[in-house]
């Protein structure tokens, strides 16, 4: 099993580099393999270009750069995100890699007068959000649903990407040690489901 972990973060040394780094140890304690994304060091660029455009109306093919992501992807039975909460959602960075990378014709197909087709089924994804407010602000104020509906439900609900975790690791007055043991377990635990499927049908 493989897993492909997206970075977004511009400081090599954030607590999100951290994070990720945790959760690329999980992973290989379960015995599993991994890849970091790590999108600001690869010099990715976000914006949506005219060959975007054309890509997503099927007129021309998608950009090279865009076609070397997809294969990352394809290559992982695992999705993980791990990015800093900007604006109730993700980094430009890291939604301009979803706008180019998730394609018409690869990650769903929308054809005039039929229901989209979701492409992405076969692809588990773990979202791992780092915020800088409190679980009372974020639930006073409903961020936390806003975000889930936009990222968990708007983007991969519609690519039929099943979101088998979504966390929220809040920085202010809390444990950064523990969100830390979080992050390992989640790369520990990233292939369990698949693995107990299996072992159920070998039975």
């Keep these: 099993m493989h897993a492909l972990?997206?970075?977004?973060?511009?400081?090599?040394?954030?607590?999100?580099?951290?994070?990720?780094t945790k959760?690329?140890?999980g992973v290989t304690a379960s015995g599993a393999t991994f890849e970091i994304a790590d999108l600001t060091a690869e010099g990715f660029d976000p914006r949506f270009s005219v060959a975007d455009i054309a890509a997503h109306l099927r007129e021309g093919p998608s950009p090279d750069d865009v076609v070397a992501e997809q294969a990352r992807i394809d290559r992982a039975d695992a999705l993980v995100l791990v990015y800093p909460v900007y604006w109730w959602s993700m980094p430009g960075l890291l939604k301009g890699w979803i706008d180019r990378v998730f394609t018409n014709g690869w990650a769903y197909d929308d054809m005039p007068g039929d229901r989209p087709i979701k492409r992405l089924r076969h692809l588990r994804v773990h979202l791992v959000a780092i915020g800088g407010a409190t679980m009372r602000t974020y639930a006073r104020h409903g961020y936390f649903g806003a975000m889930k509906m936009q990222i968990d439900h708007g983007i991969f609900g519609y690519c039929g990407a099943p979101v088998a975790t979504s966390e929220l690791l809040l920085t202010e007055a809390q444990d950064m040690t523990s969100h830390l043991d979080t992050a390992r377990a989640i790369g520990q635990n990233l292939f369990a489901t698949s693995?107990?499927?299996?072992a159920v049908d070998a039975a």
């Design 195 to 198: 693995r107990s499927e299996k």
């Design 5 to 20: 972990i997206v970075l977004a973060h511009p400081k090599p040394d954030s607590f999100s580099h951290s994070v990720a």
């Design 23 to 25: 959760v690329a140890e």
